[in-house]
């Protein structure tokens, strides 16, 4: 009776090399996520001193406070007029997002569904307020529109802050439009529809997302935006970074500890329009264009 001898098995020659790999990338992959932690690490602990710190009642050479109060949080509404500067910031956020939606939504319709020459070169003048430092071309504009009489009052920052709002909400909302089949459109003319009930009936409602990334992204960018606001804002139309980069370095002395409470108040706000802005925003969305493939 013949007996079965077991053979043995090896690993293919190309498996070898790759589990080698795999080792050897495996100290990369823990100095990366080291890096990674160490910076998290710094910056919460950045963060949690300033938290902290508001609410303190002194905080010298100790891990700790001596106490913990929320006084501070009082001193800084009635000091630095906390309740005129949000008032103010959500004006010209507010301005800021519908006028420039009402500008950049048709401007960014007419570059999805329009060749026309020169369309890279205007495509690259929108580009420039975004890529440029807003100080490169924030002086020159404060000039203009204290020339002008704008500048120093609400309607200086507004028009300031939509020199690149407009921009960014063509190049958001022009990839959006770019994702609609343009047969939608021509069957809805064919069925009848004039040119306005397609822009309502038929448009509007699929350009939704588009617009809600495109409005909450200017508004962020727009309560956050510091250099145009400073060099434009009058003692009544600071929002809340100028009013905060006021209260840090202008004349007077003043608690640490209200000043920390008002970081932290612009901070929290900065940090609960991100989250609107992430349960409405895929980022991939606006670097991606999703365009159909011609068939054969």
Not at 64 to 75: A, E, I, N, V
Not at 82 to 89: E, S
């Amino acid at each position: 009776m013949a007996t079965m001898t077991p053979v043995a098995t090896t690993a293919p020659s190309g498996d070898q090399p790759r589990a080698r790999r795999r080792i050897v990338a495996r100290p990369v992959t823990w100095i990366v996520w080291a890096v990674v932690a160490f910076f998290f690490v710094n910056l919460l602990g950045v963060v949690m001193s300033v938290v902290v710190d508001s609410f303190g009642k002194s905080w010298f050479g100790t891990w700790l406070p001596s106490g913990f109060t929320t006084h501070w949080y009082g001193d800084a509404w009635s000091e630095f007029g906390l309740h005129q500067v949000l008032w103010v910031t959500a004006e010209v956020a507010l301005s800021v997002v519908v006028i420039s939606v009402l500008i950049g939504a048709p401007t960014a319709y007419v570059l999805a569904r329009r060749d026309f020459p020169l369309k890279k070169v205007v495509l690259l003048l929108f580009l420039l307020p975004i890529l440029v430092p807003p100080i490169t071309y924030g002086i020159p504009l404060a000039i203009v529109l204290y020339k002008a009489h704008l500048a120093g009052h609400l309607t200086g920052v507004i028009l300031a802050n939509l020199v690149p709002s407009v921009p960014f909400v063509v190049l958001t909302m022009t990839p959006f439009i770019e994702q609609i089949d343009p047969k939608i459109e021509a069957a809805a003319r064919m069925c009848g529809a004039n040119t306005w009930a397609v822009m309502i009936r038929v448009l509007a409602p699929l350009v939704v997302p588009g617009l809600l990334a495109a409005g909450i992204l200017v508004l962020i960018r727009t309560v956050g935006m510091f250099e145009l606001t400073f060099l434009t804002a009058g003692p009544t139309s600071q929002t809340l970074v100028v009013a905060l980069y006021s209260a840090v370095f202008s004349a007077g002395i003043r608690a640490q500890q209200s000043i920390d409470a008002m970081a932290v108040i612009y901070t929290g706000s900065m940090l609960v329009l991100l989250l609107i802005a992430l349960r409405f925003v895929n980022p991939t969305q606006l670097v991606t264009r999703v365009r159909e493939e011609p068939t054969a």
